[in-house]
Structure formats: structure tokens, C-alpha cells
């Protein structure tokens, strides 16, 4: 993992977003891309709106243009490898087209309060269409630790396994690696066999299994995080297509809405 | 890249295979998952003569696999490679398929013509868009599998970037990398940009351009006797026309004289 993109916009999360990557630039003594994004949502206009859209362009731009001089300074200070980049347009397209040889895309997992710009919606939409894995910080987020605990929330299924791949240059510099389990019944691969696999990386997890009491999977996963100290949830994500309802399972839904740590998310082509 | 599944199976693609499975564990310090496959007989008549006869064929192939398996056994038992055996039976590609949820790299041959068994090109596409997984494709006639000298064909596409991205532990390993970009339309990401990608996981390559047809080209290159395998996008849709069928990934797959390492 060498290459991060972090989106950078004037917005709630920001600061989470960026002192995350920053801090696993620096653990993984990797590059790090920098995406200033001026967002355009795609508007269906008429002669009436039409100079509405100009305008919001302009004020985004703006607005994008201000984020980078106040930005671009803590970069140069932060003293990592970096780039930066400006693009205007869907926020989705333009970071799929950037994420093209990216090893890890740092967003946010949430900005509730139908915080602009959707980061739940942008989440789903780059787990179907990048290449690779998700770190969707919460915006609370201070102090991110890469190489403090690591709870991998292992299901048997095929996005836990490519997430658990995807995951391990991360999870090689961790302190601590925990494989928890939840629910054991049709299971598809079982643990030790991810355990064996991480062995083969050099990583050596606890497997630790859950048995649920009045919880969801979900709720399960998250009191687990905090209860055992974890700094970063790694789980397979399963995004349905835009056009569909229900946006993630179940318990992706969840812990995006209330992870109390950040998620490191990976589906499987 | 450490966890290798290879496929275990007699047929005149096997001792290929086996060696570059071999070669590719000891390289890498990895695990070798050797996956045994009896492929049962094909749908006869149905009737009390056919069920035997089924019976009798799905015998003997796990006889045929059971001596294949002491062969082999008895050879990794000599080398120093980690390794375990699965025996499985179905169909070669839905017993890849499940084989390869925690695979880092498949083994498999690029062509053989054993009758009655799917033709290969055809698994290795429908693994390589199905697991999601990179798939080493070595000549049925390949007697090893070097590391020392790689040629990536690149053009620009998300199959191209992944097979890139997947390649890097074994780019790592290599002695000299060559970056060919055949510029026969216009390539979404420049040769460049895949450069600055490998520098910063070590990996030095250099650029070649050139015009002219995608697989002309790169399997003149990969015949010049100057690299060791070729990493390139498998199946990866470029000019709509041309490439939707895949046509170059198909061409490599059947005239390649160096082991392809493809991704989707």
C-alpha cells in the first residue's frame, strides 16, 4: 500500500479525513494524493435553470479554490510525498477516474444530517466501481492510529476475504489483529483458515468468537470495536447498484451510520 | 502474494504447471495449495448401462488422480516448499472457483487440448472475471518459471491497472521491468503514470512505445526471447469494436510463448 487518495473539499469531514491519511501516509511511508474536487452534481436543466448550474459551479470552484490555499500549506508542513489535484464534476466519477492505480481511496463514512456532500451514498457508489479498498473515517476522528488494533469482522464470505486481502499491508504493521466472529452457522470458509492465511502474511490474529445476545450483527460488531479497544473495523462491503433501494446489507448499513471506529471496506470483482 | 492455488489434475498441462507453481512458491516464500480436481465423466445416456459405465470412468479417474497425487506429493516432500493437498471433486471451474476465496495467485496452463475437458482459455477468462483473482498462465510445454525479467503491456485501462497492481510482489522480485505501451488509439492513463505507481513500491521499469496492432506487437515482444512472462489486463475492454471480445487477451492465450500473469 503506496499509493493513497484522500478527498479533499471544504467540508465537515475534512479534517478527519485528512489527518487520518496523513498519519498512514506516514506509517506505511507511502505517497499521498491529494483530490480537491469542486463537486457539480449532474442537474437536469432547463433554460431556466441553466444559469442557476453556472452559478453553483462558480461558487464550488470558489470555494474549492479557497480550500486548497488554506490546505496546501499543512501539506507541505505535514513533510509526506504528496500531490495535489483539482477536478470539477460528480463527486463518484471524478475519484474513480483518479483511483485508477490507487492502493487505498480515504473518504468519510458518514456526514449525517443530510450533510453535503453524501458521503454514505459516495461510499457505496467507489465500493462498486474502484479497484480497491475503502478507509471511511468518521468525522469525529482524531488521531488515527495505523498500527494500533485491528478488528477484521470475519463472515466466511467472499467480501470478507477479499477485504481481509486487501487489508494486509495494514494489517502487517498492527499491534494487534483480532478476527471476530458473530455467526458460525453456513459459514464458508471458517476462521482458522483465515487465520492460516494471514500466517502465511506474517500476521498473527486472535480469533475471538461472539455469541449474540438481544443485538443485531451489527450492533454486535460495533460494541466489540469499542469494547475491545480496536482503532479500525476491517469488513467486506457488498454496494448494490445505485438504482436499488437498500444501498448496503444490513450490518455494512450499520456500521457505516455507527461505527465508533473507522472502516476498512473491500468488496470482491 | 503468498498464498498460490495450483491445479492439480492429470493432463498434458500438469508437470507445467507444477513446476511454475514450484518456482513461484520458492520466489515468493509462499504457501502452495495444491488443489485436486476429478473431473467426473460427462453426461451419458440414462440408463442402468450408462450409470455403470459413469461409475466405472469416475473410477478410474481417481485412480489416474491418485497416482498423479503420489507423484507429486513425492516430489514436494523433497523440496523445501509449504505446502498442503485438497482433494476435491466436479467440474475444473467451479472447484477453482471455491478454491479460490483466499488465493493470491492461481496456477493454471494458457491452452491444452485434452479432450473431454473445457478448453482453458475459457476457465482462465471466466476465473480470472468470476474470482477476481490473478491468474498465472504458463505453456503447457514450459519446463519453469523465471522471475528475473517481466514485461507489462499496458494500456491504459482498469484491467490493465489492476494486473499492475496485482504483479507488485513479484515486479519486486524482478531484475529488470519493461513497460510497453502499444499506442494503437490512445490510452486512457500514459505508460508514465504506471511508472511513478511501481517507483513507490521500488519497482524501477522503463517505457517502451510503440505503433501497430495490440497483438502483433506484444507477442512479437514476448517471442524476442528477452523476458521471462508478461503481465498484461485479461479481458479488459478497450475500443469497443476490436476489444470486446477480448481479442488480444484471447490471442496471448493462444500463442504466448512466455507464462502470463493476468488480471481483470
Same mark, same amino acid.
Given at each position: 500500500?503506496?499509493?493513497?487518495?484522500?478527498?479533499?473539499?471544504?467540508?465537515?469531514?475534512?479534517?478527519?479525513?485528512?489527518?487520518?491519511?496523513?498519519?498512514?501516509?506516514?506509517?506505511?511511508?507511502?505517497?499521498?494524493?491529494?483530490?480537491?474536487?469542486?463537486?457539480?452534481?449532474?442537474?437536469?436543466?432547463?433554460?431556466?435553470?441553466?444559469?442557476?448550474?453556472? +452559478?453553483?459551479?462558480?461558487?464550488?470552484?470558489?470555494?474549492?479554490?479557497?480550500?486548497?490555499?488554506?490546505?496546501?500549506?499543512?501539506?507541505? #508542513?505535514?513533510?509526506?510525498?504528496?500531490?495535489?489535484?483539482?477536478?470539477?464534476?460528480?463527486?463518484?466519477?471524478?475519484?474513480?477516474?483518479?483511483?485508477?492505480?490507487?492502493? +487505498?481511496?480515504?473518504?468519510?463514512?458518514?456526514?449525517?444530517?443530510?450533510?453535503?456532500?453524501?458521503?454514505?451514498?459516495?461510499?457505496?457508489? +467507489?465500493?462498486?466501481?474502484?479497484?480497491?479498498?475503502?478507509?471511511?473515517?468518521?468525522?469525529?476522528?482524531?488521531?488515527? #492510529?495505523?498500527?494500533?488494533?485491528?478488528?477484521?469482522?470475519?463472515?466466511?464470505?467472499?467480501?470478507?476475504?477479499?477485504?481481509?486481502?486487501?487489508?494486509?499491508?495494514?494489517?502487517?504493521?498492527?499491534?494487534?489483529?483480532?478476527?471476530?466472529?458473530?455467526?458460525?452457522?453456513?459459514?464458508? +470458509?471458517?476462521?482458522?483458515?483465515?487465520?492460516?492465511?494471514?500466517?502465511?502474511?506474517?500476521? #498473527?490474529?486472535?480469533?475471538?468468537?461472539?455469541?449474540?445476545?438481544?443485538?443485531?450483527?451489527?450492533?454486535?460488531?460495533?460494541?466489540?470495536?469499542?469494547?475491545?479497544?480496536?482503532?479500525?473495523?476491517?469488513?467486506?462491503?457488498?454496494?448494490?447498484?445505485?438504482?436499488?433501494?437498500?444501498?448496503?446489507?444490513?450490518?455494512?448499513?450499520?456500521?457505516?451510520?455507527?461505527?465508533?471506529?473507522?472502516?476498512?471496506?473491500?468488496?470482491?470483482? | 502474494?503468498?498464498?498460490?492455488?495450483?491445479?492439480?489434475?492429470?493432463?498434458?498441462?500438469?508437470?507445467?504447471?507444477?513446476?511454475?507453481?514450484?518456482?513461484?512458491?520458492?520466489?515468493?516464500?509462499?504457501?502452495?495449495?495444491?488443489?485436486?480436481?476429478?473431473?467426473?465423466?460427462?453426461?451419458?445416456?440414462?440408463?442402468?448401462?450408462?450409470?455403470?459405465?459413469?461409475? @466405472?470412468?469416475?473410477?478410474?479417474?481417481?485412480?489416474?488422480?491418485?497416482?498423479?497425487?503420489?507423484?507429486?506429493?513425492?516430489?514436494?516432500?523433497?523440496?523445501?516448499?509449504?505446502?498442503?493437498?485438497?482433494?476435491?471433486?466436479?467440474?475444473?471451474?467451479?472447484?477453482?472457483?471455491?478454491?479460490?476465496?483466499?488465493?493470491?495467485?492461481?496456477?493454471?496452463?494458457? @491452452?491444452?487440448?485434452?479432450?473431454?475437458?473445457?478448453?482453458?482459455?475459457?476457465?482462465?477468462?471466466?476465473?480470472?472475471?468470476?474470482?477476481?483473482?490473478?491468474?498465472?498462465?504458463?505453456?503447457?510445454?514450459?519446463?519453469?518459471?523465471?522471475?528475473?525479467?517481466?514485461?507489462?503491456?499496458?494500456?491504459?485501462?482498469?484491467?490493465?491497472?489492476?494486473?499492475?497492481?496485482?504483479?507488485?510482489?513479484?515486479?519486486?522480485?524482478? @531484475?529488470?521491468?519493461?513497460?510497453?505501451?502499444?499506442?494503437?488509439?490512445?490510452?486512457?492513463?500514459?505508460? @508514465?503514470?504506471?511508472?511513478?505507481?511501481?517507483?513507490?513500491?521500488?519497482?524501477?521499469?522503463?517505457?517502451?512505445?510503440?505503433?501497430?496492432?495490440?497483438?502483433?506487437?506484444?507477442?512479437?515482444?514476448?517471442?524476442?526471447?528477452?523476458?521471462?512472462?508478461?503481465?498484461?489486463?485479461?479481458?479488459?475492454?478497450?475500443?469497443?469494436?476490436?476489444?470486446?471480445?477480448?481479442?488480444?487477451?484471447?490471442?496471448?492465450?493462444?500463442?504466448?510463448?512466455?507464462?502470463?500473469?493476468?488480471?481483470?
Amino acid at each position: 500500500m503506496k499509493d493513497l487518495l484522500v478527498l479533499m473539499h471544504h467540508d465537515h469531514g475534512q479534517e478527519a479525513r485528512l489527518g487520518a491519511a496523513l498519519a498512514l501516509t506516514r506509517a506505511l511511508g507511502a505517497h499521498l494524493t491529494c483530490i480537491d474536487v469542486a463537486i457539480v452534481p449532474e442537474l437536469v436543466t432547463d433554460y431556466v435553470t441553466s444559469g442557476g448550474e453556472a +452559478l453553483l459551479r462558480d461558487d464550488e470552484e470558489r470555494s474549492e479554490h479557497e480550500n486548497r490555499a488554506r490546505m496546501l500549506p499543512r501539506l507541505i #508542513q505535514a513533510d509526506v510525498p504528496y500531490e495535489w489535484v483539482d477536478r470539477t464534476g460528480d463527486l463518484a466519477d471524478c475519484l474513480v477516474e483518479a483511483a485508477g492505480l490507487t492502493d +487505498l481511496i480515504i473518504v468519510n463514512r458518514d456526514l449525517s444530517g443530510g450533510a453535503f456532500p453524501d458521503m454514505y451514498q459516495l461510499t457505496g457508489d +467507489l465500493l462498486m466501481r474502484a479497484r480497491c479498498p475503502l478507509l471511511a473515517i468518521s468525522r469525529d476522528t482524531k488521531d488515527f #492510529q495505523p498500527a494500533g488494533h485491528a478488528l477484521v469482522a470475519w463472515d466466511g464470505s467472499p467480501g470478507a476475504a477479499a477485504a481481509l486481502r486487501a487489508a494486509m499491508p495494514m494489517l502487517r504493521l498492527a499491534r494487534h489483529v483480532t478476527l471476530l466472529t458473530v455467526e458460525m452457522d453456513r459459514m464458508k +470458509l471458517m476462521p482458522e483458515r483465515a487465520a492460516s492465511y494471514c500466517g502465511r502474511h506474517g500476521v #498473527q490474529p486472535v480469533i475471538r468468537h461472539h455469541i449474540l445476545r438481544r443485538e443485531s450483527i451489527g450492533e454486535a460488531v460495533a460494541a466489540r470495536a469499542s469494547v475491545l479497544g480496536a482503532d479500525y473495523v476491517v469488513m467486506g462491503g457488498y454496494g448494490h447498484h445505485p438504482v436499488r433501494e437498500a444501498l448496503f446489507g444490513g450490518v455494512t448499513r450499520h456500521l457505516l451510520r455507527n461505527s465508533p471506529v473507522p472502516l476498512l471496506l473491500a468488496h470482491p470483482h | 502474494m503468498k498464498n498460490i492455488l495450483l491445479l492439480c489434475h492429470d493432463d498434458s498441462g500438469q508437470e507445467a504447471r507444477f513446476q511454475a507453481g514450484l518456482d513461484l512458491a520458492r520466489a515468493l516464500q509462499g504457501h502452495l495449495t495444491c488443489l485436486d480436481v476429478v473431473v467426473p465423466p460427462p453426461a451419458m445416456v440414462n440408463d442402468c448401462f450408462g450409470a455403470i459405465v459413469a461409475g @466405472e470412468m469416475t473410477a478410474d479417474a481417481m485412480t489416474l488422480e491418485g497416482q498423479n497425487r503420489a507423484r507429486l506429493t513425492a516430489r514436494l516432500a523433497r523440496d523445501d516448499v509449504q505446502w498442503e493437498w485438497i482433494d476435491t471433486r466436479g467440474n475444473l471451474e467451479p472447484a477453482l472457483a471455491d478454491a479460490a476465496a483466499l488465493a493470491d495467485v492461481i496456477v493454471l496452463n494458457r @491452452e491444452f487440448d485434452d479432450y473431454p475437458l473445457p478448453d482453458m482459455a475459457t476457465i482462465v477468462g471466466d476465473l480470472l472475471v468470476g474470482s477476481g483473482k490473478p491468474v498465472l498462465a504458463v505453456p503447457a510445454q514450459a519446463t519453469r518459471f523465471d522471475i528475473g525479467r517481466a514485461l507489462i503491456a499496458w494500456d491504459g485501462s482498469p484491467a490493465s491497472a489492476a494486473a499492475l497492481r496485482a504483479a507488485v510482489p513479484l515486479l519486486k522480485l524482478a @531484475e529488470q521491468v519493461t513497460l510497453l505501451e502499444v499506442t494503437d488509439g490512445g490510452v486512457a492513463a500514459p505508460a @508514465e503514470d504506471a511508472a511513478s505507481y511501481l517507483s513507490r513500491h521500488d519497482v524501477h521499469a522503463e517505457v517502451v512505445r510503440t505503433a501497430g496492432d495490440a497483438s502483433a506487437t506484444i507477442i512479437a515482444h514476448a517471442s524476442s526471447g528477452r523476458f521471462d512472462y508478461l503481465v498484461m489486463g485479461g479481458f479488459g475492454h478497450r475500443r469497443f469494436v476490436e476489444r470486446m471480445f477480448g481479442g488480444v487477451t484471447k490471442s496471448l492465450l493462444a500463442h504466448s510463448p512466455i507464462p502470463l500473469f493476468l488480471a481483470h
